[in-house]
């Protein structure tokens, strides 16, 4: 048999084969408006309030991203030392959805929306959510645990965040020249540009 005939047979028995696997590309990974809505509303208690409005809706932003982006069964890094391969779990939106309606439901329950709380009742709702998920630490990277972790620790471990954290431009986790990174960075000005 040629090469090309065996080439062209694997090729029709493999397109006659159910796709199952093909659904790892085509998840949902957005969430719904009135959930985005209230977890722009959480953002805004969770997040430092020295980012201001712009800089909370663009780290809400970059999270939604990654939420649009995930893709479930892909296989992650493993260590040295650690010949298993792990791969990502389902796509956490649908229990986001659940959570952020949770969190809408429990504000209004208090008297509104969960923006229009006072921040001792927000705090109190948020804490009430995070202790019954079991959340006892922001995760490196989002695992679904709840929303609200999640988002946090999306922000918290970005190179965005390091660079508010140190008021200076390093750029953490961004590909840079090796001659940039034996220089100090340059410093944020008042109004965090650079200097």
């Known amino acids: ?11 029709s028995a493999a397109a006659a084969l159910p796709f199952t696997r ?3 590309f085509a998840q ?14 959480v953002a805004a208690t ?6 201001g409005p712009a800089g909370v809706a663009e780290a809400v932003d ?4 990654w939420t649009r982006g995930y893709r479930e069964g892909m296989a992650l890094e493993h260590g040295y030392g650690h010949p298993c391969l792990r791969f990502t779990p389902a796509s956490p939106v649908p229990g986001y959805v659940a959570q952020l309606a949770a ?8 008297g509104g929306r969960f923006a229009t709380l006072d921040l001792d009742t927000r705090r109190a709702l948020l804490d009430a959510a995070l202790t019954a998920a079991g959340v006892g630490a922001l995760p490196r990277r989002p695992n679904g645990q709840h929303v609200v972790a999640d988002l946090m620790g999306h922000y918290f471990n970005s190179s965005q965040a390091a660079d508010v ?5 390093i750029g953490r986790q961004t590909c840079r020249l090796i001659a940039v990174t034996t220089k100090r960075p340059a410093p944020f000005q008042a109004d965090g540009g650079r200097r």
């Open 1 to 11: 048999m040629e090469r090309r005939t065996a080439l062209r047979w694997m090729a």
């Open 62 to 65: 970059r999270f939604l991203a």
């Open 103 to 110: 969190l809408d439901r429990a504000a209004r329950a208090k």
């Open 165 to 169: 954290c140190y008021q200076a431009h």
């Open 22 to 24: 093909l659904r790892v």
């Open 46 to 51: 969770v997040l430092p309030a020295s980012l």
């Open 28 to 41: 949902r990974g957005e969430l719904p408006p009135d959930a985005v809505a209230t977890l722009r509303e």
